[in-house]
Structures are given as C-alpha cells and as structure tokens.
C-alpha cells in the first residue's frame, strides 16, 4: 500500500478511536488491530499472535520494575505529612525574596520531583498544601495557580522521572545518564520560574502581601529539621544512583526501602497507608504499563506499514538542517501535547521521530530531555493537560481560566527549550562529568 495512503488511513482511525473518548490503551490497540487487518492484510489470528508475544516482551523488561517503585515511595510520601514539613521548612528561605511565598511552589516542587518521578503526584502534593495557604495569606491566585502547574510538570524531567525510564528502555540508552541529562534543565526551568515571580513582585507588589516575620537563627534550624525527610528521600535515591551503589532500577527499591524507614521513624506507618499506598500504586502501574503495551503494538504496526522509513526519507528528501528538523518536531509534539497523555506520546511517536533526530546528528541523550520538555509543555495545553485537571479541580475554576493563568509558565517552558537547543551542554555536559 502507498504509504501516503497508509499513513492517512492510519491518522483516521487515530482520530476516530482516540477522539471517541475511549481509554488510550484501548484506542491504541484497537488503531493497531484495523491497521494490520485492513491496511497489511492480516488475518485475526496472525495479530493475536504478534500481540500476545509483544504483551509479554514489552512486559517482562526489567528496567520497568522501576516504575511501580518509585510510584510506590511517592504514594507513601504523598499520604504522610512530609509535604507540609516541606511548605514549613521552605517558609522562611523565601520570606526575603521579592513574590515571597510564592516560591514555595516553584521550590517545593522542585524538590519533591526529585523523589516523586511523576508530574501528577507532584502538583497535587505540593499543591494540596500551598494553595490553601497561599489563598489564605492573600497572595495572588492566577499567579500561585500558573507557578503550581509549571513547577509541578517538573515531576517528569528531575531524576527519578518515569517519562525518562521509558523513554530509556524504548531508545535503548542508559536511564542513569538520562537521569543526570535531567538535571540541568529542571533546575533551569525552576529558575526562570522563580525569576519571573521576582520580576512580577518588583513590578506589582501587591501580588505578594508584607511579611511580618522576622526570623531567629533558630527558626532557620527548625525549618531544616522540616526539609530533612524529603532531602534524605533526595540522597538516597540519586545518590544510590550516582556514585554507582545501584542500577535505577535498584534505587527504585532502595528508595521504598527508605520511605518505609523513614514513615515509621516518624510515627505514621499503619496498615491503612499500606493499603491506600499499594492500591494507588497497582492503578497508576497499570495504566502505564498497559499503555507501553499496546504502543509497542503500535509500533510495530507502523514497522509493517513502513511509515518510520518512509517519514525518514521524506524529510531527509527536504534537506532540512538540524534546527529546522527539531523546529518541526517541537511544532508536531506541542499539536499532539494537546490531544494526547505524556506517557503515550513517547511511546507512539519515538519510533519515528527518534530516527530522524539520530541522522540529525542529535545525542539520544539530548533528545530524550528534549522530548520531555515538550511532553511537560504539554501538561500546559488544553483539552488533556493533565496539570491542568488538577488544579481545575482544586481552585474550581474552568479550564479556560487555569489555562490563562499557566501561559506565562507556559512562553518560560518554551523558552527553556529554545535554550536547550542553542546549548545542548545544558544536558550534556553532567552525564559526560559523572560517566565520562
């Protein structure tokens, strides 16, 4: 079949199954199952066969232990009072700071992606203290609401990051340098939101009220104690990973193993949060894994329609040079942001996309953070941005209005990118110093 054809054909049904509400596993799948039967011919049996032995391989890869894991550990985190030890114990840092507490979003995220791995997790952790607190204090809403949704996406690009691990096992590269790749360029983004406050809270102070405290050596002692829990989480994870005691996939358990310790050295561990931690993490397990799955399908169907290497030749055939290359695929992730799930596009669109950038001359490595950064830009679209869902539901307000509050954090995040590709060492240059 012509592959213009093909590919048509295979957008149709994208849109029809993914469009028709449906859940994405299963849109997938079923796109999967009517392209091989009706564009390649195949015979029912024949899919089922090829589906059940890409089930079990996609499956059965180690490196995805690590995803229930450390999906697990923020669970357990996410149920305790770690959290607001960390909105206490960031207070009187940023008491000084033109925008005040506002920075306790950007900062509290920041820090719990480091443990979290998960964009989600992290906007509804943090935010289930901030916001309340913020609102209270009279701190300006759209504000607090835009940082909360920016930081939290961060979830996905600081180390232990999901989006990275899969992203590791569907390119084949090590999640450890990944992991090191994303360093950089989160502490980037959470600075240029932290800028932007300031720059705000310098020219509209009334974003951010007076503070009347004045802080004692003692108080900034205290404050420390509170930030322990989650910098401890910080130093046994990445530090497992890092001095090279553990595989990511080790340090996932390594890091339960700590939040366990650390949950019932603080007196919270019971069999209500076991349960709670261990339901919550088999849902979000399944959904991603499931997800990885019939994408891997996916893939393999545009393998037998050959619409990688035909999507290759066609745009090598325009000779584009390698800025103009990742200006088309910035321009094709941030039309599929709007539509689909982080998770699900990596999956559907590495196959084709990440062959291109490899004869662009881009590093894997580069490009995995620059993939992540455009599915993070993502979770500030609308309709599916799944930030956005979160915070609709915590301020009651409509979409439109949590969208208006996210676009400046949305112009840095593009930005920051922009950055990224003019200086790739931003990436780049921490994994060559720690693995050479």
């Not at 596993?25 to 090829?50: C, E, K, P, Y």
């Not at 229930?68 to 669970?75: N, R």
């Not at 009347?212 to 910098?231: E, F, W």
């Not at 915070?391 to 509050?405: D, Y």
Request: net charge neutral; with cysteine; charged share 10%.
């Amino acid at each position: 079949m012509d592959p213009f054809i093909a590919g048509a054909a295979l957008t149709a049904f994208l849109i029809v199954f993914l469009g028709s509400g449906i859940w994405i596993f299963a849109g997938l799948i079923l796109v999967s199952v009517a392209a091989l039967h009706f564009l390649v011919g195949m015979n029912l049996d024949r899919i089922g066969t090829i589906a059940s032995s890409i089930a079990y391989r996609s499956a059965a890869t180690w490196e995805l232990a690590a995803v229930p894991l450390f999906i697990w550990m923020a669970e357990l985190i996410f149920r305790t009072d770690v959290s607001e030890r960390l909105f206490r114990g960031l207070v009187p840092f940023v008491d000084k700071i033109p925008g005040r507490l506002l920075h306790t979003n950007v900062l509290g995220c920041t820090l719990f992606a480091a443990i979290s791995g998960s964009s989600a997790a992290t906007t509804a952790t943090v935010g289930k203290i901030t916001m309340g607190e913020l609102s209270r204090r009279g701190y300006n809403t759209r504000i607090a609401v835009g940082s909360l949704a920016g930081a939290g996406s961060l979830g996905l690009l600081l180390p232990p990051s999901i989006a990275m691990i899969i992203y590791g096992i569907l390119a084949e590269v090590s999640i450890s340098r990944l992991f090191a790749a994303g360093v950089l360029p989160g502490l980037l983004v959470a600075a240029l939101y932290s800028a932007y406050i300031i720059v705000v809270a310098l020219i509209r102070p009334e974003i951010a009220p007076e503070g009347s405290n004045r802080y004692r050596p003692l108080d900034y002692l205290i404050a420390l104690g509170n930030l322990t829990p989650i910098m401890f989480l910080m130093a046994v994870v990445l530090g497992s990973i890092y001095t090279g005691i553990a595989t990511p996939s080790e340090a996932a358990a390594v890091g339960v193993f700590a939040a366990v310790v650390l949950v019932s050295a603080m007196g919270q561990m019971s069999f209500a949060l076991l349960r709670d931690s261990l339901m919550g993490t088999v849902r979000t397990s399944s959904m991603v894994c499931i997800i990885l799955v019939s994408a891997a399908l996916l893939s393999t169907t545009l393998g037998y329609l050959h619409l990688p290497q035909e999507l290759g030749a066609a745009i090598a055939a325009l000779e584009l040079g390698p800025v103009a290359l990742i200006l088309i695929l910035s321009l094709f992730y941030l039309a599929l942001g709007i539509f689909v799930d982080g998770v699900a596009i990596i999956v559907m669109s590495l196959p084709m996309t990440l062959p291109l950038a490899l004869a662009a001359g881009y590093d894997p490595i580069w490009y995995g953070v620059f993939l992540v950064l455009m599915i993070e830009i993502g979770m500030l679209t609308p309709p599916v941005g799944i930030n956005l869902f979160i915070l609709q539901g915590m301020t009651r307000w409509t979409l439109w209005q949590v969208s208006v509050a996210c676009f400046p954090f949305f112009l840095l995040f593009s930005f920051a990118v922009v950055l990224l590709v003019i200086f790739p060492e931003i990436a780049l240059w921490l994994p060559r110093v720690l693995y050479g």
